[in-house]
């Protein structure tokens, strides 16, 4: 019975399923190949040493001479870590590894004397002796008989991929940078973030791919975002070698038809340094561009994370990357009808999003077109219609089953009892006196055998039956006295 029960509803729920129209599943893993996740966490770097001096000009008359001067040093690109605003670039990006303070003094010495003195970063010697006292009396470190009384501080400057596009960017200030100019640095900004959300994020990836030729690329801005200025996006192919240290995990193209590590130096010299390299996978940041000139390679992503372990700043993502990843994966599955209002939702929460900004017009003009899934999905229903036949099948095929079931369960617990034929009555005796003669008659065959009996036991050449007359003891027909009593039998 349990089987034929199970076989019964195995076959039912498999009509019911063939009569229902297969919807189609929402995709929850994000398309590979793509870099909307990082690029609007990409922000342009630009660092500027600001120098305050003051020449102490002790020849002939006393006088003070002030001047302040902001010499660019770094122009890059750095990725948004957490809500709160926090950025990894690299160190050539907030550090000026030249002595500004050298550059200062050749400056305002030239300006201030008249003389002839070349504006870099190195030390000089004047013909007159009276002057060149004064001018190396000038070059830090800094005596007490110092000729010049110098500051320098560092002003980095974030331009976020906003729109519209922010004039004064976002003032910061390094926390935290390792050694050499193409290792990491931490940068966290002067203000909070604006906003109750904070600021897009990039996701980290755990490793860099090992594979030879794995596919990435390289999102950063050659300028500052504006209109004309878009994050510039370059395909890029991971080459053998080590990914940690000075020299980092080279690029080279598997076809050979592009020199990469040619292609992507140039584009760091121009402001590609520090952009993050991007998996092909999940779109997750696997590692910074460093080099330049004719070489340039991948910082892995492990260097990333140890430098911001040692600045104590954590990496996560916040509420403006939920709303937008989850309105991306629909974009991505061309369900646009859904798309839209989720990016609508991510411009409330970070309405400068230049990224969600795009796409959001782009699901708009696709709303509800051939290509927007969500439509079919709706239209499909009216064009389609469910028969009625399967589900009257499959109710008849559970109806039969039961049945049967009930049928068969019914000849196993209750099986046939062979059928009694009637057994005849006793014979019965003749009657002693006083006895009832009401006789209950169940069967016609037992009536028919008492009457035979009772005309057998009345035939008139039975002989009759006496008693004795005095103690009332029944006598054989040969008896004369009662064996009983002695009385004697009369004739």
Not at 40 to 46: D, G, I, L, N, T
Not at 268 to 277: E, T
Request: charged share 20%; net charge neutral; aromatic share 6%.
């Amino acid at each position: 019975m349990a089987r034929i029960t199970a076989l019964a509803g195995g076959v039912a729920a498999l009509l019911v399923l063939l009569a229902i129209p297969s919807i189609p599943a929402v995709a929850h893993n994000h398309p590979s190949g793509i870099t909307d996740l990082v690029t609007p966490a990409v922000v342009r770097v630009e660092a500027v040493s600001h120098v305050e001096i003051t020449l102490l000009d002790h020849i002939g008359e006393l006088k003070h001479v002030e001047r302040s001067y902001d010499i660019p040093f770094a122009s890059g690109t750095g990725t948004v870590v957490n809500p709160e605003g926090d950025v990894v670039t690299l160190r050539r990006n907030a550090v000026n590894p030249n002595d500004v303070a050298v550059y200062a003094a050749n400056k305002i010495f030239a300006e201030h004397h008249k003389v002839k003195i070349p504006l870099d970063y190195e030390k000089h010697t004047l013909k007159d002796d009276q002057l060149n006292h004064h001018l190396q009396e000038c070059y830090p470190p800094k005596t007490s008989t110092a000729t010049c009384i110098i500051d320098v501080t560092t002003d980095i400057t974030v331009f976020p991929n906003v729109s519209p596009a922010s004039e004064t960017g976002l003032k910061y200030k390094c926390i935290k940078a390792g050694k050499t100019p193409d290792t990491p640095a931490v940068l966290i900004p002067l203000t909070p973030a604006s906003g109750g959300v904070g600021m897009p994020t990039a996701p980290l990836a755990d490793k860099v791919p090992e594979q030879e030729g794995s596919p990435t690329n390289v999102a950063g801005f050659l300028g500052r975002p504006g209109p004309k200025v878009q994050e510039s996006v370059q395909i890029a192919h991971l080459s053998k070698g080590g990914q940690a240290g000075a020299t980092g995990r080279p690029f080279a193209d598997p076809e050979k038809k592009v020199d990469e590590p040619v292609k992507l130096g140039a584009l760091a010299d121009q402001g590609l340094a520090g952009a993050p390299v991007i998996g092909d996978k999940d779109g997750h940041v696997i590692g910074m561009l460093i080099g330049g000139g004719k070489e340039a390679t991948m910082l892995g992503v492990r260097e990333i994370t140890a430098t911001l372990a040692a600045a104590k700043v954590a990496p996560r993502r916040g509420a403006i990357d939920t709303a937008f990843e989850a309105a991306l994966t629909r974009y991505h599955t061309k369900y646009y009808t859904e798309a839209a209002p989720g990016f609508q939702r991510v411009l409330e929460l970070y309405p400068g999003n230049v990224v969600a900004a795009n796409l959001l017009k782009t699901s708009l003009a696709k709303r509800g077109g051939p290509e927007d899934q969500g439509t079919k999905q709706v239209a499909a229903p009216p064009s389609r219609s469910t028969p009625l036949w399967p589900f009257l099948l499959a109710a008849g095929v559970l109806f039969l089953a039961a049945g049967g079931g009930a049928y068969l369960l019914w000849r196993r617990r209750a099986p046939e009892k062979p059928i009694e034929l009637p057994q005849p009555l006793p014979a019965a005796g003749p009657f002693d006196e006083g006895a009832s003669q009401t006789v209950v008659v169940r069967r016609s065959q037992p009536f028919q055998v008492a009457a035979q009996q009772q005309q057998v036991m009345t035939a008139p050449d039975s002989p009759p039956v006496k008693y004795c007359t005095s103690c009332g003891m029944r006598l054989g027909p040969a008896h004369r006295f009662c064996g009983y009593c002695g009385h004697p039998i009369e004739t």
